[in-house]
């Protein structure tokens, strides 16, 4: 058997990368699995891969790409270009990029920054990363009243890119007890084929 071609860098507890192993596992396709500690990005070899030393980085042949959700929708775009994990047709292709914003912003500065804050005490302020988590979690819970998934009726790329964070909201203390329908939509991602959890944090975590 010919070794995988695709090499993604990242770290068990990294829901950035979390993200794209879960679409990487959907597609079943074959990749390597780097583990980039904070030393490694800090080394001259990581920054030629990603100068902003962040993970995940991955490879694909002569391909470098960083940035987790850029990262999936080159995946779905490769290698599943006629699923519906990224739809094509302009209305919908604009829910999905509605939600990969909301990752990459309410989502990172919200359950994220209070989890890398409390876990491992990184730079964010806990207090106003909670009052961002609350206001997103109740209007995530809202949307999700009477639907199934985020940007569609069935999952996308943007149901993956938001989950890891939502689903340890609780490791930053941010209780997920209030929103039903965000448990029950993290249950439905969860039991999708060829779905992998990320470990929980060996910390205490907060009810």
Sequence with gaps: MSEPTI????????????????????????????????DVRRSAEFRALNPLGQIPVLQDGDLTLADSNAIMVYLA???????????????????VQRWLSIAAGEVMYGPATARMALLWG???DPV????????????????????????????????????????????????????????AW??????????KAMPRSPLPQVA
């Design 77 to 95: 775009g490769r290698y599943a270009p006629d699923s519906a994990w990224l739809p094509k047709q302009p209305v919908a292709a604009a829910q």
């Design 122 to 124: 990184m730079p964010g």
């Design 128 to 183: 106003r990363a909670a009052e961002i988590a609350a206001r997103l979690l109740a209007f995530m819970d809202g949307h999700l009243a009477g639907r199934s998934y985020l940007a569609a009726d069935h999952p996308t790329i943007a149901d993956l890119a938001c989950y890891s964070y939502v689903a340890h909201a609780p490791e930053g203390g941010i209780p997920l007890d209030p929103y039903p329908a965000v448990r």
């Design 7 to 38: 090499t993604l860098y990242g770290t068990p507890l990294s829901g950035h990368a979390h993200r794209v192993e879960l679409l990487l596992l959907t597609f079943g396709l074959p990749y390597r699995y780097v583990t980039a500690s904070a």
């Design 186 to 195: 993290l249950a439905r991602v969860e039991a999708l084929p060829h779905f």
